[in-house]
């Protein structure tokens, strides 16, 4: 046991070390324009959910589960400031009033997205993105969704950095035919670790004549 607890000290320890060294790479967390970031993250959350069912007026409540994977590239047009495309796969489980209703969902979505990094390594992000809901029973559900979100950008080295992601994120999905007719709507927080590689590309400088 005491052999054990020297071990788990010494690596704590030799990590938090690691970690105190590489503070002194974040150069003030600045990304130089001409960066092209490439990276991804996993994500899940817990949020309410409301059902309004336009044929009855009838509205229902319940809880969701999702987990997310996510792929991010973008390109600083200036100094910490990057756009880019983003895309998503999301896996959700939904339950309302118990028993009413539980489905199985998974979403394909994509869109651009903007953020901004400040001296101290945390970013600004705001994202919009577009796609399709397919439901376990086969139904498809045009969906849209928004997040903005805070995180902070801790840089292993000047290209690798981990980075949690605090984001407020908005779906809303439309089914629409004989059978069924409803708009699905949530709204809540989504926390995500992901990890991003910074790639400078130099500018090219043109010989002179």
């Known amino acids: ?14 990590f938090a070390a ?14 130089k324009d001409g960066s092209i970031m490439v990276g991804g993250n996993l994500g899940a959350s817990y949020q309410k959910f409301s ?18 994977f996510a792929t991010k590239t973008g390109y600083f047009f200036l100094p910490d400031f990057a756009v880019g ?15 009413r209703f539980g489905s199985k969902n998974t979403y394909l979505l994509a869109g651009p997205f903007v953020r901004y990094y400040l001296n101290n390594g945390l970013f600004g ?4 993105n577009a796609g399709v809901n397919t439901v ?10 928004a997040a903005l979100g805070v995180g902070y950008a801790y840089f292993l080295n000047e290209r690798i950095a981990i980075e949690p992601l605090l984001s407020f994120t908005y779906v809303q999905g439309r089914v629409d035919n004989p ?15 992901g990890i991003q590689a910074y790639l400078w590309v130099p500018t090219r400088v043109l010989p002179t004549k």
């Open 125 to 128: 992000e705001l994202n919009v």
């Open 136 to 145: 376990k029973n086969g139904n498809k559900t045009d969906i849209k969704s």
């Open 51 to 68: 059902r309004d069912n336009l044929n009855t007026g009838k509205k229902e409540t319940g809880d969701l589960i999702e987990v997310r």
């Open 179 to 193: 059978d069924v007719n409803t708009k699905d709507s949530q709204f809540g927080p989504v926390l995500n670790v």
């Open 85 to 99: 495309l983003n895309a998503a796969v999301e896996h959700t489980s939904i339950n309302i009033d118990s028993t």
């Open 1 to 14: 046991m005491r052999r054990l607890l020297t071990l788990a000290f010494f690596l704590a320890f030799s």
């Open 18 to 31: 690691f970690a105190q060294q590489n503070t002194s790479s974040l150069i003030s967390a600045k990304i």
